[in-house]
């Protein structure tokens, strides 16, 4: 049989929930033992739940039985709870944002090393099968060289309440959302980074952006476009990406899409010009319909996706394999959002080498 590792959680609210229902209900190697939380509530929820509700967090970064600990309070304390965990000799997986910036991440990441245990983040969108659905496409060359990647991610609700609304918390879609949508492309293109323009808008919130635009080019020179925001009330679809011979589109998170391929690039024009609706015009003249191919996209069923991959790939790492969501990803990652501030900050295009 295999190993079962016992887990410590630190923060225990809405997205640990989620973590403590995936070892719950999946047949996982991984069983939660107790939580700490700041809030009585929290530690009642996990009494509740058949759960060790520990009186510190020295006491449960104490009990020998604890294999490893998820890190998933505010992101303010993250750096020091898993540099805490780690002198404590545990495996720790970190939710995202990892840290509040680079630097903080540098200290864990040596701290890790120092003690040689396991040190992961809590990227879980990689296996989303919108975007596997995305990656594979464009990898199979289905539309040729891409040139522009765009992925958006919008709601129209605002931002939750509480800490997501506080800066200093680590609040703010770029460290909430952002994360995850230049994450996802940073580990799909092997490429460095070269420059940033980032535009931050704070529509119905003061102290952090509830949306932003990003652009940010890689050194081969495809661009990446991500938007989240939070008070769209009309929505682009989740994925749009331009290639030399042809354009994805993948419309929400159920994959609900299409590839529409060019099979005969029309290059040979009529004499007449076209009239349009809008008036006279030769290049935005319809193509022939027979020229294109459309392919229908939908949701790929033998993608995994889902908290259990991240862990199973953790443990993994455990017993000596790979680890697959790498601290030196999420620092590039850090770095992009810190190039990101900066350009927001002060208009301008940042140069970087990322
Ligand atoms: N990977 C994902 O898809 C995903 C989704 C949502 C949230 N998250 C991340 O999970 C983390 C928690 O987010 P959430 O939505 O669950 O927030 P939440 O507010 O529901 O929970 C945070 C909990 O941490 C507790 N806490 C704060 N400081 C603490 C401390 N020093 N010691 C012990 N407990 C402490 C709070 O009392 C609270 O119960 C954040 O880092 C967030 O970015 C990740």
């Given amino acids: 049989m295999d190993r079962q590792y016992k887990l410590g959680i630190i923060g225990f609210g809405g997205m640990a929930f989620g973590h403590f229902k995936c070892h719950r209900d999946y047949d996982t190697n991984v069983k939660v033992k107790g939580v700490f939380d700041l809030d009585e509530h929290r530690m009642d ?30 992101n303010e304390v993250h750096k020091e709870i898993c540099i805490d965990a780690l002198r404590h000799g545990k495996h720790v997986i970190c939710e995202k944002p990892v840290t509040m910036d680079s630097q903080e991440l540098l200290e864990v990441m040596a701290v890790a090393e120092e003690t040689g245990k396991v040190f992961t983040i809590d990227q879980n969108r990689r296996t989303n099968r919108d975007f596997v659905l995305m990656k594979r496409n464009v990898e199979a060359g289905m539309i040729g060289k891409p040139y522009v990647i765009e992925s958006r991610v919008e709601g129209s609700r605002g931002m939750p309440s509480g800490w997501r609304t506080i800066k200093r918390l680590g609040g703010g879609m770029m460290l909430d959302w952002g994360v995850h949508l230049i994450d996802q492309l940073m580990y799909m293109v092997d490429e460095k980074v070269i420059s940033i323009y980032c535009k931050m808008f704070n529509i119905d919130y003061t102290d952090v952006e509830d949306n932003f635009r990003l652009t940010f080019t890689f050194e ?10 939070t008070n769209n009330y009309i929505t682009h679809p989740r994925w ?53 191919e459309h392919i229908k996209l939908s949701r790929p069923d033998d993608v995994e996706d889902g908290l259990q991959v991240v862990y199973r790939q953790l443990t993994g790492a455990i017993e000596g394999g790979e680890l697959t969501i790498k601290p030196e990803q999420a620092l590039r990652v850090m770095k992009v959002m810190e190039a990101s501030f900066e350009s927001a900050q002060k208009d301008i295009t940042v140069k970087t080498n990322i």
């Fill in 45 to 74: 929820v996990a009494r509740e739940n058949g759960l060790v509700a520990y009186k510190s967090r020295e006491e449960l970064l104490s009990d020998m039985e604890i294999d490893i600990v998820l890190v998933a309070t505010t």
């Fill in 220 to 229: 081969s020179g495809l661009v990446a476009h991500i938007e989240v925001s």
């Fill in 240 to 292: 749009y990406v331009l290639g030399q011979n042809g354009t994805l589109q993948i419309d929400d998170w159920d994959c609900n899409g299409e590839i529409c391929r060019c099979i005969d690039k029309e290059s040979k024009w009529d004499e007449e010009i076209f009239q349009t609706a809008a008036g006279p015009t030769k290049t935005m003249a319809p193509r022939r319909p027979e020229s294109v």
